[in-house]
């Protein structure tokens, strides 16, 4: 379809709109300020001010809103105390979505940092290392909703005596077996879409990982080499203990990522054949069936299980810096 | 800093500028010259005003809309602001809910737009677009727009899922009749299965609303077997979900769809049904490795481009036939107009909607059907679109609503596609019956 400037005009104006009273208010702190030489306090909140503003109507507010209302029946009307988290940890679907997360949260940090490790011991003393990480990143310039149907299609099923349109499937059929439908017999699956999950995140790992193996002082290396380390020794014992800081962003960082995996889910299977995560549950409960309270309780599960991992972050961060 | 705060004033004017030339100025179309707007003078004159209609069609079904609409918006003077979006179910609720109400909404599914006409967001009615029901639809179909007593909407687009594509050469070559019974649909099942050819194909999977085409299937063959009462009873769960005549229903949609002899033509097992999209579902009846695919009218824009359609073409449908040859059980769906303003405008807009002038105009555009009683079905695009018309205004058809629309959405947009897509993999039809009767929602 063409862009038709004409019919799209009251959306640019909208946008226009938006632009110019952002500039406006940029403009106004900037005058303010430039009034004089003023308090630094009364500076520091001036400039702090719309952040501020921004955070609590676009976070704090929603934020407790959603946690009333996961308290709340489907309408947002009655209260039903804590009917919405019972449902969570008994009803089977729900369940489903919670041994989903689970699988996923734990596979996906441990796959990405083992396969971006192990890539980037590989190639950072070779002399195509900026050529192979610049492969190894590539997928992470797809969208997840592009990798996901790009996976979906390697996944395709088609019967043994037609022409086979997935990868996966022609693989089988050339080694003499006979094609599966990979997306659609579960708890398998599962595992199916963390491989297109680790595929996008595996050069994030391996490029944050070859820069701190990169980093580590070639002193140490050799004084250990001189001590008839083997390489094997050299890589568990000297490499991979200077590099845990780096390690343990890499991981929180997926941990993070993982918990919130929805779009590779929406896109390959919709949730379909027990492949729910608790993101995408949320958005079936509270968007398509109008169940308001259970989707409201489970982003409050979701915001429950992920801000221990941020917190973690945040003071590794501080202790690293 | 003297820079910045010349600059900073310089912008500050610039915005005090555009914004206000970027104020919205009127819309509104004016009528063209020798355009006769005689059938639009009831509609009033409305110049300058704008009517949003938000819907889930788009691409050529949008432009189709807005073609039919065109005159009556030049003659009345109102814009009609058509927005067409594919995640419509998922979206209207947050559109409603975030202050951006769009005036006319064009439900696909009744129990959708029964949860807005609860939550008090929906005007009745006007006494003119009730008056106007009355008049265009059956008491069945205006009773899908009613909810505890006033009607909130119009029928807009009706289709008729119990149709059975088939390739009229495949039968004549093995003569064989179209079935006008259950008892001769199995008898030509076993006869196409008894010569090799498995006769039954489908394709199930849809994204998100993957296993539709089976409970389709399911309350196809309990309208049948239990009867238009029963069917019901089990929509607004007076029965229980898995009631015996239900299993029953489902049961024998099984010894079809779940029987390797008799499923998936073209496609292998019958349990391949979950991979194969539902666009693609019919596709094996054109190459002969299947014989008959159950879907909705609208599947005639499915077939491969160039794929013609007629009674000696190279597919055609029947009405999967009822229990005896009196019977005549067709289940459908259709699309709701309703409104959230009661602006004199979109009050004539709705009205237009509603009258039987629209459908016809429309479905002289392009594939259309309208269970409008003034229509004739000699107006139709496609012999599809004129059998459905026929079947939906003739006297002894029992009409109902597809089940899996009425019923609360985290079951019939939920539990029950996700139980029919395990059913179709394996499990046994209890324990699925059983697991989406504990999933439906206490009042």
């Known amino acids: ?321 | 800093m003297r820079f910045g705060a010349r600059l900073a004033l310089a912008v500050t004017t610039l915005i005090v500028t555009v914004t206000a030339c970027g104020a919205p100025h009127g819309g509104g179309s004016q009528p063209r010259a020798g355009q006769d707007c005689g059938p639009y003078a009831r509609y009033g004159e409305h110049a300058g005003t704008t009517v949003t209609v938000y819907a889930s069609n788009r691409d050529r079904e949008a432009d189709l809309f807005e073609e039919t609409w065109a005159d009556f918006a030049a003659c009345t003077g109102i814009d009609v602001a058509y927005e067409g979006d594919g995640e419509f179910e998922a979206q209207i609720q947050l559109r409603v809910e975030g202050g951006n109400t769009p005036d006319v909404a064009f439900f696909p599914q009744p129990g959708l737009m029964e949860r807005f006409a609860r939550a008090g967001r929906l005007k009745p009615a006007s006494a003119e677009v009730a008056a106007l029901a009355k008049e265009g639809w059956s008491a069945d179909w205006n009773g899908y727009a009613t909810v505890n007593g006033t009607l909130y909407g119009t029928p807009l687009v009706a289709n008729v899922k119990s149709f059975v594509w088939y390739s009229p050469a495949f039968f004549r070559d093995r003569g064989l009749s179209v079935p006008r019974t259950w008892a001769e649909l199995m008898d030509v099942t076993e006869k196409v299965a008894a010569s090799g050819v498995k006769p039954w194909c489908a394709g199930v999977e849809s994204g998100e609303a993957t296993g539709w085409p089976l409970t389709d299937w399911i309350e196809d063959v309990l309208l049948r077997q239990a009867g238009p009462d029963v069917y019901d009873q089990w929509v607004s769960h007076e029965i229980p979900f898995n009631d015996p005549r239900v299993i029953r229903a489902m049961d024998t949609v099984g010894s079809v769809l779940k029987n390797d002899r008799y499923a998936n033509g073209g496609y292998g097992p019958a349990r391949s049904m979950a991979s194969i999209a539902y666009q693609e579902g019919g596709t094996p009846v054109l190459s002969g490795d299947c014989a008959m695919h159950r879907q909705a009218s609208f599947y005639a824009e499915h077939w491969p481009e160039g794929t013609e359609i007629g009674p000696d073409k190279d597919v055609f449908a029947f009405l999967l036939p009822g229990t005896d040859r009196t019977s005549r059980p067709v289940l459908g769906g259709g699309v709701f107009a309703a409104a959230f303003s009661d602006r004199p405008e979109v009050r004539a807009f709705q009205e237009y909607l509603a009258t039987a002038d629209f459908a016809t105009a429309r479905m002289k555009k392009g594939p259309f059907v309208s269970a409008n009683k003034g229509v004739d079905p000699a107006d139709a695009a496609t012999p599809v679109d004129r059998l459905s018309i026929q079947l939906l205004q003739d006297p002894k058809t029992q009409f109902r609503f597809d089940g899996s629309d009425l019923m609360p959405a985290s079951v019939g947009a939920g539990t029950f596609w996700k139980g029919a897509v395990d059913w179709i993999g394996g499990k046994g039809t209890e324990p699925v019956a059983d697991s989406v009767e504990r999933s439906w929602p206490r009042p």
Request: net charge positive.
């Open chain 1, 1 to 321: 379809m063409s862009f038709d400037a004409v019919a799209q005009q009251p959306k640019l104006q909208h946008l226009l709109q938006g632009v110019v009273a952002f500039a406006a208010v940029v403009c106004l702190i900037l005058l303010a300020l430039h009034r004089g030489p003023a308090r630094r306090r009364g500076a520091a909140f001036l400039l702090l001010a719309p952040a501020l503003l921004l955070l609590t109507a676009g976070l704090v507010l929603p934020g407790l809103r959603t946690l009333l209302l996961s308290f709340m029946d489907r309408e947002g009307d009655a209260r039903v105390g804590l009917d919405n988290y019972v449902w969570l940890f008994t009803d089977p679907e729900a369940l489903i979505a919670l041994r989903n997360t689970l699988a996923w949260v734990v596979l996906v940090p441990l796959l990405v940092t083992a396969v971006g490790l192990l890539y980037a011991a590989a190639v950072v003393r070779s002399r195509f290392r900026a050529l192979a990480l610049s492969l190894v990143l590539l997928p992470m310039a797809i969208s997840f909703v592009g990798a996901g149907l790009v996976w979906k299609f390697v996944y395709a099923y088609r019967p043994a005596e037609a022409d086979q349109i997935g990868l996966l499937n022609q693989l089988v059929v050339t080694f003499g077996g006979t094609p599966r439908q990979w997306l659609v017999e579960s708890p398998w699956n599962v595992l199916f879409l963390v491989v297109a999950m680790v595929w996008t995140q595996a050069g994030f790992a391996a490029v944050l990982l070859a820069g701190a193996i990169g980093a580590v002082p070639g002193e140490i290396t050799e004084a250990a080499r001189l001590d008839g380390a083997s390489p094997r020794q050299i890589f568990w014992r000297i490499t991979v203990p200077l590099i845990r800081p780096t390690l343990l962003v890499v991981v929180l960082a997926e941990v993070i990522g993982t918990f919130k995996a929805f779009d590779i889910v929406r896109t390959m299977t919709a949730g379909q054949f027990d492949t729910g995560v608790i993101a995408h549950e949320m958005y079936d409960q509270a968007f398509r069936y109008g169940e308001t309270g259970r989707g409201a309780a489970l982003a409050v599960l979701l915001f429950a299980l992920v801000t221990p991992v941020v917190a973690y972050r945040i003071r590794a961060q501080r202790s690293a810096g």
